[in-house]
């Protein structure tokens, strides 16, 4: 029969063949000799063979006659006699081992040569996505039938039809079972295929899947699966990578962790650049599993530094994003927190840029204040933030705007408008415009709660803080991907946040500003330290990150502006109060107990002036500024210099030598005396003040 006949006559075929149809040839045919309908059915699998067209609609048929009765879903009518469905199960089985022997036979020649036709496997070439939807309904028998179909398409269509079924199957899996069979289709071509089209397949088909993320040919759920099932294999290679450390066997090397070693690699190595713009989608399903593929992966560290900046400020842009819309959980905060710290053990420029975002983003951009329980510096009539500019950087539109007004400055005066004033716009440099009174109708935006407040200011420390810790970068070429230890903060890390702070709080200070000068040196710098002191009763965060600072010694002497602009504000506060006890001012009371416990923690202060703090909630204000007064008199003394410390080579730790220091006794008679007065109200704290 002619190719035109024979796919005249299936089309007719498949419609005429209907469940009344098929049990009267059964029993027609039951009758016959067991040879005659060997022949019968070697003759049907032939032709199927040589069928091009209506061959997807032939295997539709076949496979659904073949299927068990207990899996098909009869319509009204006449069920298929049992000895029908066995007569096309084995027609489906002998078509699969003919189409393999071809495939097979016919696949010695060259790499470069073309194979011959199938004509049964090239009309199913224009159906490689329906066969891959039909292939992950994983119905009993009928989709082991169509992945094994699957995979002798991909190995007959070449390189182009191999990376197209992969890609259909990663983008449309959604569960692991799913999933595995994507790995188990990928293993099955790399064993049948030449070793030169096997080594590219894989980098083909994701850069296919990239291809339809640029042209934009996947919907946002069909984006957010696609980067899941990434980041899902990504996972997998992780999980392999520590079971075979523990246990050698030959079956851990697995079709999954063949296939996600690779994946994770590729990611990183190649499509970085593609994946990261993606943190920032408009779809929380999209960014959301793009940061999870991304922290499942290894950065690698010959990264292009315009390249890293970039990932970073995307990276840090969506951790406050998933901090705001956290409402299930921490599930999406964690994957980011996890991008954050992988990110930056990269190289120490990674490090220091994600550190300075963290901060910056916390203290500066605007609206993220609120999370953390500080106050939003209002911004009204600013213009879109520019392009590559963080989500709620407020920073960004009054120097865009200027920007964009001073390319085309007209000078000429007159009352027509376009003079030189039409660069400015009434804004704050570093702030934006002046904000506008509030509309009485435009209703105010609802605060966080106390909890979510507490909850977001931990959350961010952690992040923080995990980056601090990961003190090696990434130099080997291991294939793990190791988790950041619990080891102490790094003081190289503890002072990049500190110099951030800093800047931060008081942008307009030197960072070399180390040494104390005398107290009566505070009256010439009353304006700079009520701005630090404004910027700390603004964001309590400030607080938080100056504990974290703290624990990396040497690292708060690089804090000496801010803790000194602090300190003097409290002193005079003290000196002004009139109130009989220090409770009745209870942010002063926090501000001085935390700060006192920083600089004693970090060994600013020895132990006996660290530990005054816990006199002062029992203490009159006079006497807490009195305490005050000694703590400033010993930093004037004994400079915060990092000079100072030495370093521990079985703790891995900076220490200092109080003994060095002379005689202390001259800075604690004024806390003595405190202590004998208030024997009753604070004697069972002398202990925590002996030297």
């Known amino acids: 029969m002619s190719p035109a006949l024979l796919g005249a006559v299936s089309a ?57 009765a207990s899996v098909i879903i009869a319509a009204p009518g006449l069920a298929v006699h049992e000895g029908a469905r066995e007569a096309c199960e084995r027609v489906v089985q002998l078509l699969l081992l003919s189409l393999q022997n ?48 699957l995979a002798l398409l991909a190995v007959h269509g070449g ?36 070793s030169s089209c096997a080594a590219g397949l894989l980098p083909a088909t994701v850069q296919r899947c990239v291809a339809q993320i640029h042209a934009g040919g996947l919907t946002d759920q069909q984006l957010a699966q696609l980067l899941s099932n990434l980041a899902l294999m990504a996972q997998w290679d992780q999980q392999n990578t520590t079971t075979t450390t523990t246990k050698e066997e030959g079956s851990g090397s ?26 920032l989608h408009d779809s929380p ?22 390249r890293l900046l970039s990932v970073a400020r995307a990276a840090v842009a969506h951790f406050f994003l998933s901090l705001r819309r956290r409402g299930g959980g921490g599930v999406v905060t964690a994957d980011s927190a996890r991008l954050l710290a992988r990110l930056s053990s990269v190289s120490s420029l990674s490090l220091k840029a994600v550190l300075q975002l963290l901060v910056e983003g916390a203290l500066l951009w605007g609206g993220n204040a609120e999370m953390f329980g500080g106050k ?42 376009g003079g030189v004033w ?51 970068y990434h130099a080997g070429t291991g294939s793990g991907l190791e988790e950041p230890q619990a080891s102490p903060v790094s003081p190289e890390a503890a002072k990049l946040v500190a110099m951030a702070l800093a800047e931060s709080v008081c942008p307009d200070v030197a960072n070399g500003e180390l040494p104390w000068p005398p107290e009566d040196h505070a009256r010439t710098t009353v304006e700079r330290d009520i701005r630090i002191r404004r910027r700390f009763e603004e964001n309590p965060l ?51 107990s935390v700060l006192v416990a920083c600089m004693g923690e970090a060994q600013l202060l020895p132990p006996v002036l660290g530990n005054m703090h816990e006199a002062f909630p029992f203490l009159a204000p006079f006497e807490v500024r009195l305490l005050l007064l000694s703590v400033w008199d010993y930093m004037r003394d004994n400079s915060p210099l990092p000079q100072r410390f030495s370093f521990n080579a079985e703790t891995g730790l900076f220490y200092r030598d109080f003994a060095k220091d002379g005689d202390m006794s001259k800075y604690l008679s004024v806390l003595y005396s405190v202590l004998h007065k208030n024997v009753d109200r604070l004697g069972h704290l002398c202990g925590r003040f002996q030297l």
């Open 12 to 68: 007719e075929l498949v419609d005429s063949l209907k469940p009344p149809v098929l049990n009267q040839l059964q029993q027609l045919l039951g009758s016959l000799p067991r040879e005659e309908q060997e022949n019968m059915v070697s003759l049907a699998v032939h032709l199927l063979g040589q069928t091009s067209t209506g061959a997807f609609r032939l295997l539709r048929f076949l496979v659904d006659t073949a299927m068990p």
């Open 102 to 149: 071809l495939v097979f036979s016919l696949g010695g020649e060259s790499p470069g040569s073309a194979r011959p036709a199938i004509p049964f496997l090239d009309g199913l070439r224009a159906h490689v996505r329906e066969l891959c939807v039909e292939t992950l309904r994983l119905e009993r028998k009928r989709h082991l039938w169509l992945h094994q179909l």
């Open 159 to 194: 390189p182009s039809c191999a990376t197209e079924a992969l890609c259909h199957m990663l983008t449309l899996a959604r569960t692991q079972e799913e999933l595995g069979l994507a790995a188990q289709l990928h293993a099955a071509v790399l064993v049948s295929s030449s």
């Open 254 to 279: 697995s079709a999954s962790s063949i296939m996600s070693a690779q994946v994770a690699r590729i990611v990183s190595a190649s499509h970085l650049h593609d994946f990261s713009p993606l943190l």
């Open 285 to 306: 399903l999209v960014s959301d599993a793009a940061a999870s593929l991304l922290s499942s992966t290894r950065f690698p560290g010959s990264l292009q530094p315009a």
């Open 376 to 417: 939003r510096v209002p911004l009204s009539g600013a213009a879109a933030p520019a392009e590559g500019a963080c989500p709620g950087d407020t920073r960004a539109p009054l120097l865009e705007v200027n920007r964009k007004f001073g390319t085309a400055v007209n000078f000429s005066g007159g009352g027509g408008g």
């Open 422 to 472: 039409s660069v400015f716009h009434a804004g704050i440099v570093g702030r934006g415009l002046k904000p506008s009174p509030p509309s009485p109708s435009a209703p105010a935006a609802p605060s966080p709660a106390p909890e979510e407040v507490l909850l977001n200011q931990h959350l961010f420390v952690d992040a923080v803080a995990r980056c601090c810790c990961s003190s090696k």
């Open 542 to 592: 400030l607080f938080q990150l100056l504990r974290l600072v703290a624990a990396g010694r040497p690292a708060l002497c690089y804090c000496s502006v801010v803790l000194r602009g602090l300190l003097a504000t409290l002193l005079a506060h003290w000196e002004g109060s009139r109130e009989a006890t220090a409770l009745a001012s209870p942010w002063h009371l926090r501000a001085s």
